[in-house]
């Protein structure tokens, strides 16, 4: 699984369960990045630093076609940020959904491979001096786990040749 993928798996998620938001007013985002729009009901999500290896990778050898494959956990934090007149209702509700067995459900059925590790509640980040001036922001902070996949062409060994020597008779050069 990309983290391409996971963006799609999320704004998949948003865009079943709710009508306040299009593909054109999801965005992918890094935090203080983006240009947001000016108006309306919109969406930001931002991968935050995912965490490796949350166990030891699964090795495995395939000796026919020698190939290595290694197999790693991870869970990938995400920073999904809710504006607009609706960004307190849909926020919550997002936060539900992902509470609930829905999310893996809806995962599962829409063949992305990734699960919820975890979500915080969401936060109003509406509380700055000023305010009036700004779009009502929600956030909720999700964590997936996925599997990062590495596959390897192992060149492997054919023959193994040697010479043995004893000490005192080795070949002069």
């Not at 996971?6 to 992918?28: D, E, G, M, Q, W």
């Not at 995912?50 to 290694?70: A, F, R, V, W």
């Amino acid at each position: 699984m990309t983290v391409l993928q996971l963006y799609t798996a999320i704004k998949s998620l948003i865009l079943a369960n709710t009508t306040n938001y299009s593909n054109a007013t999801i965005f992918i985002g890094q935090q203080n990045n983006t240009v947001m729009p000016s108006s309306g009901n919109y969406v930001i999500m931002t991968k935050l630093n995912e965490k490796d290896e949350i166990l030891l990778p699964l090795q495995e050898y395939d000796p026919i076609n020698n190939i290595d494959t290694s197999t790693t956990l991870i869970e990938a934090p995400f920073q999904i940020d809710f504006y607009g007149s609706t960004a307190e209702e849909d926020a919550g509700q997002f936060g539900a959904l992902l509470n609930s067995k829905f999310a893996n459900q809806f995962f599962n059925d829409n063949n992305y491979k990734c699960s919820v590790s975890s979500n915080d509640p969401p936060i109003n980040l509406n509380s700055i001096s000023g305010r009036e001036q700004y779009l009502p922001r929600f956030m909720v902070k999700v964590r997936l786990f996925y599997n990062r996949v590495v596959t390897v062409a192992d060149l492997g060994i054919d023959t193994i040749t040697g010479k043995s020597y004893e000490a005192n008779s080795l070949p002069s050069e």
